[in-house]
């Protein structure tokens, strides 16, 4: 047994570990980045500055955005860099708004408020538990994948970080006053979404069709306008759009299901 155990570790310390490139941790390190943004708005919130704490939200939200495409481009995908993804998700979009909505309003309603924040996190916590016990079932079904290319179960955790922070933003840019109780109502009512079954655009896997092009440039272009102008208040409009796009999603969902 000993002679085999020798002959064996001489293989191994023979076999040449070539490395890997670079750019197979660009992915990750964007991951990486992006949390600390994520938490930095936390930072900016105890200082009290509100638009700067908002704006590290929106930038996390970005690089979000930035590490699976990386990850595709690169071919650097990995089980490893998902689970990271989804833990950075949580503390990003599921600790951090709820903490800056808690030091800017939800603080005024006690332990109430302190609740809400738990809820909101828990709720997170849930979603992703879920979403990836449900991605290792979907890679064996083709057409779960199909499916899930085109649509979330549930809010996904970027949207829901940044619904919790409507009525911070409406603060901000208009200067009115929103009670304490309206953060309370949307953080339990992002919350529930989240850990909901309600199926949502996955705008990432939808197809443009030629004519549409000149149409959707238009309405980035006005979306690119109002982020340079009032940011605060064209985040919470396309929020509210993005929740009325609930009812076209439910719809094209269950059309889908009755094509299979």
């Known amino acids: 047994m000993k002679v085999k155990s020798d002959k064996l570790k001489k293989?191994?310390?023979?076999?040449p570990f070539k490395g890997y490139p670079i750019t197979r941790f660009?992915?990750?390190?964007?991951?990486?980045?992006?949390?600390?943004?994520?938490?930095?708005?936390?930072?900016?919130?105890?200082?009290?500055?509100?638009?700067?704490?908002?704006?590290?939200?929106?930038?996390?939200t970005v690089f979000d955005g930035m590490d699976g495409r990386l990850a595709r481009f690169f071919n650097a995908s990995s089980r490893f860099g998902a689970e990271l993804d989804s833990l950075s998700d949580?503390?990003?979009?599921?600790?951090?708004?709820?903490?800056?909505?808690?030091?800017?309003?939800?603080?005024?309603?006690?332990?109430?408020?302190?609740?809400?924040?738990?809820?909101?996190?828990?709720?997170a916590g849930l979603r992703l538990a879920r979403f990836n016990t449900v991605s290792l079932d979907i890679e064996e079904?083709?057409?779960?994948?199909?499916l899930q290319k085109k649509y979330f179960a549930g809010v996904p955790m970027p949207a829901a970080g940044l619904l919790m922070l409507v009525p911070v933003m409406?603060?901000?840019?208009?200067?009115?006053?929103?009670?304490?109780?309206?953060?309370?109502?949307?953080?339990?009512?992002?919350?529930?979404?989240?850990?909901?079954?309600?199926?949502?655009?996955?705008?990432?896997?939808?197809?443009?069709?030629?004519?549409?092009i000149i149409f959707l440039l238009g309405i980035i272009g006005v979306f690119?306008?109002?982020?340079?102008?009032?940011?605060?208040?064209?985040?919470?409009?396309?929020?509210?759009?993005?929740?009325?796009?609930f009812f076209f999603s439910f719809k094209a969902y269950q059309r889908d299901i009755q094509l299979d």
Not at 11 to 15: C, H
Not at 98 to 118: C, D, K, N, P, T
């Open 11 to 15: 293989r191994l310390m023979n076999i």
């Open 26 to 60: 660009i992915p990750n390190m964007t991951t990486l980045l992006g949390l600390c943004i994520g938490l930095t708005a936390v930072y900016y919130a105890l200082q009290g500055d509100w638009e700067k704490s908002l704006w590290y939200v929106v930038v996390a």
């Open 90 to 123: 949580f503390v990003t979009f599921g600790v951090s708004p709820a903490l800056v909505a808690y030091f800017y309003s939800l603080h005024h309603l006690g332990r109430l408020g302190w609740g809400i924040v738990l809820f909101f996190c828990i709720c």
């Open 141 to 146: 079904d083709p057409k779960l994948i199909r």
């Open 170 to 212: 409406v603060d901000v840019d208009t200067g009115y006053d929103v009670h304490s109780l309206v953060y309370a109502v949307f953080g339990i009512g992002v919350g529930l979404l989240m850990v909901s079954k309600i199926p949502t655009f996955a705008f990432k896997g939808m197809n443009i069709q030629p004519h549409q």
């Open 224 to 245: 690119v306008i109002g982020m340079m102008t009032r940011p605060w208040l064209t985040l919470p409009t396309v929020g509210f759009l993005y929740l009325i796009s």
